[in-house]
């Protein structure tokens, strides 16, 4: 099958005039690192999560933030962290940076998202914090795992990358009793500064902590050290740190891209409430909504064909791909990838769910600059492909 129409690529980013203004007033200011539009981008983000008690902190990216993040948590050599194999390899490999064991567990097979009691049955004397994924921007049942973190004494740390604005409990993702929340601004993100993150925290001596491991553990910013009354040529490294700051340039696109997340996610949301209505008589299971008076971040729309279809995922992507329209999947499960699974020597076996959910799995383009006809021209392709 061919098509004349322009390919429909599976992510784009929605970056308006108003960002580009703001980036262009940056590189026109004389500072474009870290300075004062990303310190704005910081109280923006915390005023969006509505508690002036979080401190939040702009970084290089999402993976960036899990490892200070850990690092600040004190999460070393001889430590276990649990997480899900149904992810991207950073929400674990940062653990791994800091010389800890990742102990991986299976998902609920509804909502993709980490099995809680699955984490309860992995915790041994080793662990040390758990790390919740919120698959796809449909949180994880955080007062659940909140109980059982509390109960063992671990740490938590969500990895929120794609849940900005999300809900658990009637709470936004980010405001809820974590340790830390990290938050990811990559280019196909809910909102993006190209590449960037966020880490957000209560806790005081976390945060102090994750600011100075961000830049070279000085104990103070370049920022600060030119505004302050101590010499401006003064500073103190106080650790090893890491090069992990955000870019004026970058927050420059946050201000922006913060202010319209949520009708961003109204958009996502409509999208999604098309493509689920539209398909509920095909041989596919719809991703999860989310319950009742929850906020669903929307960052994909992951359907699994169903036993009885009459193609295979890998058919079917290609048929997808023919009619001009690009799909990918979420994600090829960590278990299976050669560095996680020689280390660990993990079976298929032992994550029944994400094993059979990976087989049938396929992500379909969903960003607000699709128009309606961008919808209509999925729901008939993905219609046919399954004919
Ligand atoms: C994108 C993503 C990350 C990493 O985000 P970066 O900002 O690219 O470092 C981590 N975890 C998950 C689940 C992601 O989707």
Redesign the pocket.
Known sequence: MSTDQPFLPFALPDIGDEEIAEVVDTLKSGWITTGPKTRRFESDFTAFLGDPSLQSMAVN??????HLALEALGIGPGDEVITTTH??T??AEVVRYLGADVVLVDVDPVTLNLDITAVEAAITPRTKAVIP?H?GGLAVDMSRLLAIARRHGLKVVE?A??ALPATAGGQLIGALGSDAT?F???A??TITTG???MVVTRDLALAKRIQVMRLHGISRDAFDRFQSKVPSWYYEVVAPGFKYNLTDIAAALGLHQLRRARAFQVRRGEIAASYSAAFSNLPVVLPAAAPAGEVHAW?LYSLRLAADAPTDRDTFIKRLFDAGIGCSV?YVPLHLQPYWRDRYRLKAEQFPHSQAAYERLVSLPLYTRMSEGDVDRVIHAVAGALR
């Open positions: 990216s999402a993976t960036a933030g899990l992810t991207f950073a929400t994924v698959y990895d990358a794609h990290v990811s601004f990559y196909n993100k590449e960037g993150g960052h979420h």
